[in-house]
């Protein structure tokens, strides 16, 4: 089901604009850099699979920002949900407040 969701993501997005895979656990992967190839990232889409580790939403998103940069961009995930995703982030900001 993920690998269908990310495939009409990229069916979706406007022609001539460039796309990029990032896959994620508890560390995130440029699986394919921006490209306008939409062929090399359908194929990255169908040979990425998931691994027994933990999901860090966090990762995902540094590395979204890293790849956007200050262009405007549309950005899609595909998870499933794992709500502890987002705990080493709300862990990181306690600290950071002093809690």
Known sequence: RARQQAIAAVDEAPSG??????????????????????ASVLS???????????????????????LFGNRAGRLVIVTDLQPHGWDAARKARAIGRGG
């Open 17 to 38: 604009g460039q796309i990029a895979l990032i896959t994620f656990d508890d560390k995130a992967m440029v699986a394919v850099p921006p490209t306008l190839d939409r």
């Open 44 to 66: 990255a889409v169908s040979h990425a699979s998931p691994r027994p580790r933990g999901t860090r939403y966090a990762a995902a998103l540094s590395a979204a920002a890293d």
